[in-house]
């Protein structure tokens, strides 16, 4: 009788002690921190709404890219390796989520990206999936936008060429701007960390531009398009989802006032119950409307939940096949199904900064680009 009362006891030690540890890999400090800062927001408002699965506790581990792509692989392997995490959420920059995804293959750890949109991310993966959507589809809905909306001629391009986002978007941009609609293109170079774009500006002008396309990330959007303003540019600006953060318009004022980028998510779309609920719930824990890694980490962390609970185990593999085995998860950024790539297939949304915020453009559905 004492001994099953033991064994009863342990076992309920156990119970209490147990734990399925979930990563969270994110720049949390470095150039892009506020994507970072962002996307937690996101993932601690979804834990403190469900922070239980399969009778145990959640904990969560974060670690830190610094946003660069080999601290990016370094925090993975610590993820996997000694902190035995059952599945990863992050990153969030195409090329830190590239690097990491390097380690989740080799150690068959399922990573879920939040805003990479490089296809190359998930691209003969098979521990690999994503919450947003992909550069072909972001790109094409961007000169379709540009041609169709603006009635774009010439396009210049501000391209970061030390980031893989900033480069895959460019090009999925100029096929379809150049092919369908015979536009001119012409793209300048830059590099992460730049602040001063006078050269760049320069050849825009010459150029003719009637479109500036900021394929980059929010600190140099704002830096690139104040010194666009003050050097006499009065044509449309235009960008992809690295402009995503308040911190455009800190940075940049109103010389990013009129700006268009594509996006995953904007409070104003909003229809569901879901959706609302969240925005209120947002509102209530930061006392601020969520920004777009805000959502998007958010679902990232709920459909990683709901994969553990569907595949009714911690095992890592097992996590990975429920994964990518989603269909029509319901998330606040919109309905999630991952296809057999692990990229998620989701609509395009279009916003304008206007009046010193962001307000809703239009929405452009896959099938549209077709």
């Not at 879901?274 to 980490?297: H, I, R, S, W, Y």
Request: glycine share 8%; charged share 25%; net charge positive.
């Amino acid at each position: 009788m004492r001994k099953t009362v033991v064994v009863l006891w342990l076992l309920l030690v156990l119970s209490v002690f147990a734990e399925i540890k979930i990563g969270v890999l994110l720049p949390l400090t470095g150039g892009i921190s506020a994507f970072g800062d962002w996307t937690k927001k996101g993932i601690e408002l979804a834990y403190k709404q469900k922070n239980t699965v399969l009778g145990q506790k959640i904990v969560l581990v974060y670690a830190d890219t610094r946003s660069e792509k080999t601290e990016a692989a370094n925090a993975m392997a610590r993820l996997a390796d000694k902190e035995k995490v059952v599945a990863v959420i992050g990153e969030i920059a195409s090329s830190n989520s590239m690097a990491a995804a390097e380690i989740a293959e080799a150690r068959k750890v399922p990573q879920v990206a939040v805003t990479s949109t490089n296809p190359l991310v998930t691209q003969g993966k098979k521990f690999v999936s994503r919450v947003c959507f992909i550069d072909p589809l972001q790109g094409t809905a961007l000169a379709e936008f540009a041609a169709k909306n603006l009635k774009a001629k010439k396009v210049a391009i501000f391209v970061d060429i030390e980031q893989d986002y900033s480069v895959g978007l460019t090009n999925y941009f100029v096929e379809r701007f150049e092919k369908k609609y015979k536009g001119q293109v012409l793209k300048v170079q830059y590099k992460s960390g730049d602040q001063e774009f006078s050269a760049q500006i320069g050849q825009a002008t010459a150029f003719g531009a009637d479109v500036i396309m900021f394929t980059g990330y929010y600190n140099e959007i704002a830096l690139a398009a104040q010194q666009a303003r003050s050097m006499g540019y009065k044509g449309y600006f235009i960008a992809g989802d690295g402009a995503d953060a308040p911190e455009l318009i800190k940075i940049g004022g109103k010389a990013v006032e009129g700006l268009y980028f594509t996006t995953h998510y904007v409070p104003e779309a909003a229809t569901t119950k879901l959706a609302k609920d969240f925005v209120e719930a947002f509102k209530k824990e930061f006392g601020t409307l969520p920004a777009m890694n805000a959502a998007l980490g958010y679902d990232a962390y709920m459909l990683v939940v709901n994969a553990i609970e569907r595949a009714k185990s911690a095992d890592p593999v097992k996590i990975n096949e429920a994964i990518r085995a989603t269909k029509g998860f319901q998330g606040v950024s919109g309905n999630i199904t991952i296809d057999a790539n692990g990229n998620a297939i989701k609509d395009v949304i279009i916003v304008k900064v206007k009046d010193g915020k962001f307000a809703f453009e239009t929405r452009i559905t896959p099938e549209n680009l077709q």
